[in-house]
């Protein structure tokens, strides 16, 4: 809990301070550092002030990366992810840290302490976080929303027996997961159970269910994977044994169907891109040129051109509509300006 507490306490002095900003790497003009500054300290053990002194400043340098991060990552993420981080990034402060200067370093009653000024290596960051990312985030962090309609008997229930444990399987897989309005992609279908025997169970009662679902993006209306299953549920009554044979099918489905949509994700990481303000069928392709000039984009072709709208696809080998947001608004040949961005569908305009 210490480490825990020490990097949210960072990340908050961040948010009140803020980084210094950013610079050119001095070694690698290539490169960007966030300076920061950051300050540690450490008790002084048996009159051992050298001993102290060096433990403040790797402290104050545990402190300066962690600011960092708190930049680049969530509150939730801070949390979820506070032992990976410490462990694989703010314990490695050789690696991240280019150079230092101490500011200040005294000595405060029974501790040493130190603050300095520190060039920290933003791209290694953010690729280490990266990596520690689930499979979800990598392939743009879709919201998936559910839409199930359930029936027992033949009769339509007002239940989510089923969606709820969808919603559970793939949030434990690392998946967002919210409202079908306002989804990216949304998970949909029906979830239908009646009675099967209660003969040699001892006084239990037996259901079957099936369950047939498809996952499709909301913007596209494209089809990303689908999945039906049955399995039988059994309980003391019938209205019991109707929710364990729906609960038991959906767990079924969306262990497999999980895994479907992260390969196709994968496979087909398209972006729906509505840009406007085309001026002419020319315009458009020497926009569809500096599109697939972008190494990060597989291949790109318009859907439909209407007016001054086109609506195009764009497969990219990874990342998502945010990604390919920041792409366009950093080209210098056609600037354009970003309006909304979702997971996967992008709202631009042409400047």
């Given at each position: 809990m210490k480490r825990l507490s020490r990097l949210l306490m960072a990340a908050a002095l961040l948010a009140a301070a803020g980084c210094s900003g950013s610079r050119r790497s001095a070694l690698n003009p290539a490169y960007e550092t966030e300076v920061v500054e950051a300050e540690?300290?450490?008790?002084?053990?048996?009159?051992?002030?050298?001993?102290?002194?060096?433990?403040?400043?790797?402290?104050?340098?545990?402190?300066?990366?962690?600011?960092?991060?708190?930049?680049?990552?969530?509150?939730?993420?801070?949390?979820s992810k506070s032992v990976l981080i410490d462990e694989n990034i703010t314990s490695q402060t050789e690696g991240y840290v280019e150079?230092?200067?101490?500011?200040?370093?005294?000595?405060?009653?029974?501790?040493?302490?130190?603050?300095?000024?520190a060039h920290v290596r933003k791209e290694d960051i953010s690729a280490k976080l990266r990596a520690?990312?689930?499979?979800?985030?990598?392939?743009?962090?879709?919201?998936?929303?559910?839409?199930?309609?359930?029936s027992v008997d033949g009769k339509p229930q007002r239940t989510d027996y089923a969606a709820l444990e969808l919603k559970s399987r793939f949030t434990d897989a690392g998946f967002l997961t919210g409202e079908k309005d306002k989804a990216d992609i949304l998970v949909k279908g029906d979830?239908?159970?009646?009675?099967?025997?209660?003969?040699?169970?001892?006084?239990?009662?037996?259901?079957?269910?099936?369950?047939?679902?498809?996952?499709?993006?909301?913007g596209s209306g494209e089809t990303l994977a689908s999945e039906q299953d049955t399995a039988g549920g059994i309980d003391l009554n019938d209205a019991a044994a109707a929710r364990?044979?729906?609960?038991?099918?959906?767990?079924?489905?969306?262990?497999?169907?999980?895994?479907k949509v992260l390969?196709?994700?994968?496979?087909?990481?398209?972006?729906?891109?509505?840009?406007?303000?085309?001026?002419?069928?020319?315009?458009?392709?020497?926009?569809?040129?500096?599109?697939?000039?972008?190494p990060a984009v597989?291949?790109?072709?318009?859907?439909?051109?209407?007016?001054?709208?086109?609506?195009?696809?764009?497969?990219?080998?990874?990342?998502?509509?945010?990604?390919l947001s920041q792409l366009l608004m950093k080209n210098g040949r056609m600037p354009v300006k970003i309006?909304?961005?979702?997971?996967?569908?992008?709202d631009a305009e042409l400047q």
């Open positions: 540690g300290s450490a008790p002084i053990v048996n009159g051992d002030v050298e001993g102290a002194k060096k433990t403040a400043l790797h402290d104050s340098l545990r402190n300066a990366l962690a600011l960092v991060v708190g930049v680049y990552v969530s509150q939730d993420a801070l949390v150079k230092y200067e101490t500011l200040k370093e005294w000595r405060d009653g029974d501790f040493y302490k130190v603050r300095i000024r520690l990312e689930s499979e979800p985030q990598k392939l743009g962090n879709p919201v998936i929303g559910f839409d199930i309609a359930e979830a239908q159970t009646s009675f099967n025997t209660k003969e040699g169970l001892g006084g239990f009662v037996s259901y079957r269910a099936g369950v047939s679902v498809s996952a499709v993006k909301t364990a044979s729906l609960i038991n099918a959906a767990k079924k489905a969306a262990d497999l169907l999980k895994d390969k196709a994700l994968r496979e087909r990481s398209i972006v729906r891109l509505n840009l406007s303000n085309v001026g002419s069928m020319n315009e458009l392709s020497e926009f569809s040129k500096l599109l697939r000039n972008i597989r291949a790109s072709w318009v859907r439909s051109y209407e007016g001054s709208v086109a609506v195009m696809d764009v497969a990219m080998h990874k990342g998502g509509a945010a990604d309006n909304r961005t979702s997971s996967y569908d992008l």
